[in-house]
């Protein structure tokens, strides 16, 4: 299956083409502009994404994705290099084990010979990286694991409210994630979902690595009622962020659900971000499993303002809430002042996270990985785990109930709209130092754990 995807995106490049902005304004390598300057200082005149599309499909070039800022284009890579002046190619990620992982690398220097003077610059698309640890579910029950859905439910205190008939109804959920697999658990809870490819190549009908197919199932837990998309953003080579996020704006939802991070730094997915929630879409982002946004680390977590970081808390059998040592909190190295989280969500702790018992897709990357330690069979469609990912899924699941009920009224919802829903963490340290030390707020969950109480107006 690997050679098929490495040999399919050797013949196959893709780019991503950033507009110039009306105002002149680059944000280059230089994200942090995004705390200092208005989204819309970044913008292109009206009709120049219009324009450039165009051209790039006559020349035989698909636009896989587009938004105000940004286009991702595809096509065979003989094309490619005769429209951007070289091929884009696939080159092994040496760092990774245990999994093959491919990059997209340009031999020459990227330049649009089409419309130079509507573009500010064309770049190699970041591949990313899913936050993990190293029919009904196999396991016995054990009050040490979290059933799907209703272990969510209990935990998120949602059980009210689905019996009032809030359950996510008419929230439009994106997911950017590897896939979704139509497993049986899905169907038996009839959940509406549909998957969309990122990049053509990917297969709609797999999920190669499985990561998506699980979290949909926690989202899809709080809010059962919600309509989801799948952004289908990977198979089990190769992924494309930044093409699936601009993919999941251009469908218009209420909400994106970021349970991943980026393959070193992605300036440009800062931007896409930004404006998404300029336009009124919620977006939560995982806040990382032992990574930051360190500009000089490989494994790059996403905190871009305006964005709803999300971290991990381990609740206990006793209900004993934990800071989880496997979660990720930190002080932004790219956005001066921001720090992460925002607010958290429920976590396993180390050393493998095993905590919530997931579907997904029999055979798949996590389900043969995971069955090395989690109880599970490699190629039974089951799998323990959890990390920031799962606490992303969870929270998203809870901001869909909470746009259902009106809150944020058609804006993005920002932290402070959900503080009250928030319950309080006062013990435990994060993988990256950072302790409770008796308060909340604190550094290591943000606002504490989110639940789906009270919202008030």
Known sequence: MVEEEFARFERRGVVTVVPRSATGRRLGDDPAQLSRVPVEEFLPAPGVVDRLADAFTREGLDVEARTRVGLTVAGDNARIAEVFGSPVVPKRNKYIRGSVRH?????GALRSRLHPELIAEVRVPRSGFELTVDAAPPLPRSDRCLRLPEDAVRVAGAEALHAAGIRGDGVRVVMVDTGLYAHPHHRA????????????????????????TAMSALLLAVAPRAELTMVKMANEAFSFPLAAFQRAVSLGPDLVSCSWGTLREEPQLHLEVADAVR???????????????????????VATPGALTVGGVHVGPDGLRRASDLASSYRSAVFP??????????????????????????GCLFDRRNSAYDGTAPDDGWLVSSGTSGATAYAAGVVALAVQRGVGRGRALRAEDLADACLPVTEGATSTGDECGGVCPNGAVGLGLLTAGPHGP
């Open 337 to 362: 002042g921001r720090s992460v989280p925002d607010l958290s969500g429920p976590c396993g702790t180390l050393p493998n996270g095993d905590y919530i018992v997931f579907p997904t897709q029999p």
């Open 279 to 301: 336009r009124g879409i919620t977006v939560l982002f995982a806040a990382g499993n032992g990574s930051t946004d360190r500009p000089s680390a490989m494994f790059q977590s």
């Open 189 to 212: 809870h009839g959940y509406t979902t549909s998957v969309v490819p990122a990049v053509t190549g990917l297969d709609p009908a797999a999920d190669e690595r499985g990561h998506g």
């Open 103 to 107: 990059e997209l690398t340009a031999p």
